[in-house]
């Protein structure tokens, strides 16, 4: 991926996200679920953190607020400068396509779409011309080394292909933060360190933000910063 | 445009079930665009009667006669202007219509050439009809010839007949039968008409004199209808009441109506058409919406998952309800086109395969098509009905929040 095809933001805000005293309630019938309790986080631009924590600590809770699609009950979280809070909802959209890359556990690929077209789905939110969304996503592939399977459904790609076309899908638009949610979680071995060194090369030479939620200390190990929650409170 | 190969891949994702449903929507609007062209060809016969015409018949049955001493009787109501007996012979062309007739009771018919044709006295129905139009030379000479008749122009093209031709009718109907075989008519005139003034006049249509039909007969015939011509189109009801009034306390009680009532009634003998075809419309397009809609519910369903990725990438709320609608309103787009052309083709098929075509002449409707604002208003119903198929799972993705659908279902 050139600086070219793909360019860096000019100006990266020294913080790229700030969580300010997040609570987050869940409401089922009467009975009231706190999953986060007054969560503050800032991560800096370029850096890669880890949170990590049990099942139902909060984790993937404070993954998605962070990538704006979901809101907290109360407090604040600014990314890329942006108060995501106070955003409308098509506001969010569209913000979430210009700042957010989104890596899942479990790839989330359209089964339809060529690998190429999966990557090529969010530029079709910007009025770039077709050739230039087929360059950009051919491009993004290209750097998560599956240019040779562009043409490829996902039925014929392995786990490990899948992810690195979720990969590219997630950096095509040149986001200002990729989140990522145990992106290695169903992979063996072998194609979990191979993303985590693909997600590792993203941080290190083209300067990606990353906040990724993981349970295996293994993956966690290869980010700079590592958080801990517990019961939705950030413990270390 | 540049969503459109993302709805038509997610379409051949389950090409089964979407072929299933475009078949589903294409039998609806099939019978949408068949029934309709029926009903618009009806209306189209209903709407050449004049509003200046009545018609008086028995008023237990077309089949009974009304007395000929009638006729003077409601000549003299005030308000009428002229009558005319009509009276609907029924013929066929014998088997053989060429040269002599084979004569006899036992002649056969050829009942795939049957066309309307019917008994009148001449010269009051004729000064009745302003849209008939027969050159006054061959009108002359109709009048002069007992055998003469006068064929419309479309009919005088199907069986290529010219001035001077023969040939022989026999009717279906018993008292109409004579024992020396089919009548014998020559044809003395041919009937045109003003395609600007009047586009809904039928020329498939045969006018003879009723003189020959009782003459020939030999038997005591009555009239089948008498036609009245009014002075006053505003006054049809009183001028009908007057007439039947006239006849109240006789064996043969009269019904008067408007020519369009008499036309709609004698279509409605085969039951109440309007209805029972727009019931048959409602019905079929009512069940394919249902089908349509859980489709498109099964489908959106199945990509629960799909859909939250599309909202988490940025797609707004607003366009994935788009995509979704878009993708049910190719299904109306793909079925409204299948079916309007399958109607077209059947269409065809009845107005061109020989005796279907002639009971539709014979029924006045050899005007039958599929008329551009009938395949329109089949288009229409195709796309209102993925609209709505599609509205309620699409509303359903565009309310629901990105974490609720991510999480398995």
Redesign the interface.
Same mark, same amino acid.
């Given at each position: 991926m050139s600086a070219q095809t793909v360019p860096q933001p000019t100006e990266a805000p020294q913080t790229m996200v700030e969580v300010e005293n997040v609570r987050k309630v869940y409401r089922r019938d009467s009975q009231e679920l706190v999953v986060l309790d007054g969560v503050s986080l800032r991560v800096p631009a370029g850096e890669f953190v880890a949170l990590m924590g049990p099942s139902g600590s909060g984790k993937t809770t404070l993954l998605?607020l962070i990538?704006g699609?979901?809101r907290p009950t109360s407090g604040r979280v600014t990314v890329a400068g942006t108060d995501v809070t106070g955003l409308s909802?098509?506001a969010l959209?569209?913000?979430?396509?210009?700042h957010?890359g989104?890596i899942?556990q479990f790839y989330?690929l359209?089964?339809?779409?060529s690998a190429v077209?999966n990557v090529e789905?969010?530029l079709?939110?910007t009025s770039l011309s077709?050739k230039e969304r087929r360059e950009r996503a051919l491009t993004a592939l290209k750097v998560v080394g599956l240019a040779d399977r562009a043409a490829h459904h996902p039925r014929q790609l392995s786990g490990g292909q899948e992810q690195r076309v979720a990969i590219a899908?997630a950096i095509v638009?040149d986001p200002s933060v990729l989140v990522a949610d145990e992106p290695t979680g169903d992979l063996d071995a072998r194609s979990a360190h191979e993303i985590l060194d693909l997600m590792a090369t993203l941080n290190r030479d083209f300067h990606k933000t990353i906040v990724m939620v993981t349970h295996d200390p293994r993956a966690a190990e290869r980010a700079h910063t590592q958080r801990h929650l517990e019961k939705g409170v950030l413990t270390a | 445009m %540049? /969503?459109l190969p /993302?709805v038509v %891949?997610?379409l051949?994702?389950n090409w089964v079930r979407t072929a299933s449903t475009v078949l589903a929507m294409a039998v609806c609007i099939f019978l949408f665009c068949t029934l309709r062209s029926v009903l618009t060809a009806i209306d189209a016969l209903l709407e050449a009667s004049s509003a200046s015409r009545l018609a008086t018949r028995h008023a237990v049955s077309l089949v009974f006669n009304l007395p000929l001493a009638y006729g003077p009787r409601i000549a003299s109501v005030p308000g009428v202007k002229r009558v005319a007996v009509n009276s609907w012979f029924g013929g066929s062309l014998p088997a053989k219509k060429e040269g002599k007739a084979e004569g006899g009771e036992g002649s056969t018919t050829d009942w795939s050439n049957f066309f309307p044709n019917m008994a009148v006295e001449a010269e009051p129905f004729f000064a009745m009809y302003p849209e008939y139009q027969v050159a006054p030379d061959q009108f002359q000479a109709f009048l002069q010839d007992l055998q003469g008749c006068v064929v419309g122009r479309k009919l005088a093209d199907r069986f290529n007949w010219k001035v001077g031709d023969h040939f022989f009718l026999e009717s279906f109907i018993p008292p109409y039968r004579k024992r020396s075989g089919p009548f014998e008519f020559v044809v003395r005139g041919i009937i045109d008409t003003d395609r600007g003034k009047y586009p809904n006049t039928d020329l498939n249509v045969m006018y003879f004199h009723y003189k020959y039909l009782r003459e020939g007969s030999g038997r005591p015939l009555g009239a089948g209808t008498y036609w009245v011509e009014i002075e006053d189109p505003g006054q049809a009801a009183a001028v009908s009441r007057a007439i039947d009034a006239l006849f109240e306390n006789s064996d043969a009680q009269t019904r008067t109506e408007t020519e369009q009532a008499f036309a709609a009634g004698f279509i409605s003998m085969a039951g109440n058409l309007a209805l029972l075809l727009n019931t048959i419309a409602m019905a079929v397009s009512f069940t394919i919406l249902l089908v349509t809609a859980n489709t498109m519910s099964m489908a959106v369903r199945e990509r629960r998952?799909?859909i939250?990725?599309?909202? @988490?990438?940025? /797609?707004?709320?607003?366009?994935v309800m788009g995509l979704i609608v878009a993708e049910a309103m190719t299904l109306g787009v793909l079925g409204g086109a299948l079916g309007i052309g399958g109607s077209k083709a059947l269409v065809w098929l009845l107005t061109t395969t020989p005796g279907i075509k002639d009971m539709l002449a014979g029924l006045g409707l050899s005007e039958l098509d599929i008329q551009p604002a009938v395949a329109a208003m089949g288009f229409g119903v195709a796309l209102f009905l993925g609209f709505a198929a599609g509205f309620v799972p699409a509303w359903n993705a565009y309310r629901a929040?990105? @974490?609720a659908m991510?999480r398995p279902a």
């Open positions: 998605n990538a699609i979901d909802e098509s959209a569209r913000w979430r396509s210009r957010v989104f899942f989330n359209i089964p339809v779409l077209d789905l969010p079709l939110l077709k899908r638009g | %540049k /969503f /993302f %891949k997610h051949r994702r998952t799909e939250a990725v599309l909202k @988490t990438l940025g /797609f707004s709320s607003g366009q929040r990105i @974490t991510l």
